[in-house]
């Protein structure tokens, strides 16, 4: 994605859109399920797909092995997680009901777009973060 000229309104739109299809595909998938359920998406930085090659064929695609792109991991779960994750947000969904409740949205310590300036969201996520509890794990 070039940066170049967007402000932060336009990328929390699209980070946001691609969030929610993102949910509803899963929501979908899952619509026969009648016990609630939890899912946990994580935010991740750096592609994790495979590599890319058209082997002949007349498609258009684009490697973006060696390009900084962030991507959503979504988990379901029956229960919800007992801590917290920095860059992750947990959603209750309820088929039976019809519910999908966002339960927390907790951004990424650091910014994960190259070239896009965020100094004043850090200083919100900073001021957001007084009084958690430090958890540290192992990378």
């Known amino acids: 994605m070039n940066t170049k000229g ?3 309104g ?8 691609v969030l929610h299809d993102g949910l509803e595909a899963v929501i979908n998938s899952k619509a026969s399920r009648r016990t609630p359920y939890f899912i946990l998406v994580i935010i991740k ?3 994790h797909g495979p ?3 058209n082997r002949g064929h ?3 695609t ?3 092995s060696a390009q900084k792109v962030v991507t959503n991991r979504f988990v379901i779960m029956d229960k919800a997680p007992s801590i917290p994750m920095i860059g992750s947000s ?6 039976k009901i019809g519910e999908v409740r966002c339960i927390y949205i907790l951004p990424p310590d650091r910014p994960m777009i ?4 965020v100094e004043q969201e850090s200083e919100t996520v900073g001021k957001c973060a007084k009084g958690m509890p430090i958890l540290y794990g192992a990378n």
Do not use: E, Q
Not at 10 to 17: F, N, P, R, V
Not at 90 to 95: S, V
Not at 114 to 117: D, K, L, N, R, V
């Open 6 to 8: 967007l402000k932060h």
């Open 10 to 17: 336009d990328i929390t739109a699209w980070a946001t859109k």
């Open 45 to 47: 930085d750096g592609y």
């Open 51 to 53: 590599p890319v090659s």
């Open 58 to 60: 007349d498609v258009k």
């Open 62 to 64: 684009v490697d973006m």
């Open 90 to 95: 947990l959603w209750r969904i309820d088929n």
């Open 114 to 117: 190259a070239g896009f300036t």
